[in-house]
């Protein structure tokens, strides 16, 4: 099936420490985002990337990091310099090609998410 | 401007009722424009999108409703079920350029 994962589900974090959540995709598709969602809170973009090798800065980037090696994968680093991690993560991924009927180009296919918690 | 304004920010409605959802737009950039369906602790899904070159998109029990002139658009469930319970948002995107969402409608469809 194709489709994106996400894992863990869960993250539970002490301050002061980094973590990594990760994101595959196995869809093919050359965009992938990271958003966070806060509850009761609509999506708010930390970082995306339109091909491999490269990545944009979205709204709320300060204290995240990212990379794109591989197509398929977009991990997610929170650093301890983000103040207030605790929060929804959801990673998504789009297909914005010229080959692909324009119909399919910018619908995001989200995943489960991981639910981050600072301890 | 980039903001997609949805209102309201929360709805409840009877069973086999109608729900109705608005958005609103800045941009006159904008080429696509879907709705999102999300339940609690998971991701959001594609409910159904729409292109401006149309002025209304019908699938099953979710119409959206598009005015370009207005810069609006909104989103009917008819009949709608306890199942319908859920998170949506309304977004507003163009090729090569990153998605705008609102800020989310959380709706409740009471048996």
């Known amino acids: 099936d194709g489709g994106i994962t996400q894992s863990p589900k869960y993250l539970f974090r002490k301050e002061g420490q980094n973590v990594t959540l990760s994101c595959e995709q196995n869809l093919n598709h050359d965009a992938m985002y990271w958003y966070r969602q806060d509850p009761g809170q609509g999506l708010r973009l930390i970082y995306y990337s339109q091909i491999v090798n490269d990545f944009q800065k979205g709204d709320i980037a300060e204290g995240y990091s990212v990379s794109r090696e591989k197509k398929e994968s977009f991990p997610l680093t929170v650093t301890s310099a983000q103040k207030n991690p605790t929060a929804f993560y959801l990673c998504a991924s789009s297909r914005p090609g010229t080959m692909v009927p324009k119909r399919d180009t910018d619908t995001q296919y989200f995943g489960p998410g991981t639910r981050l918690t600072v301890l | 401007q980039q903001q997609v304004k949805q209102s309201p920010q929360s709805l409840i409605v009877q069973k086999g009722g109608i729900s109705i959802i608005n958005c609103a737009y800045e941009?006159?950039?904008?080429?696509?424009f879907p709705w999102y369906q999300q339940f609690p602790g998971k991701g959001p899904a594609l409910l159904i999108a729409?292109?401006?070159?149309?002025s209304e998109k019908k699938e099953g029990r979710f119409t959206i409703s598009f005015n370009k002139s207005a810069k609006q658009f909104s989103l009917h469930i008819m009949d709608s079920q306890p199942g319908d319970s859920a998170t949506y948002f309304c977004a507003a995107s163009r090729r090569g350029f990153k998605t705008i969402f609102g800020a989310g409608t959380r709706l409740f469809v009471k048996a």
């Open positions: 941009n006159t950039a904008f080429d696509y």
């Open positions: 729409i292109r401006p070159d149309v």
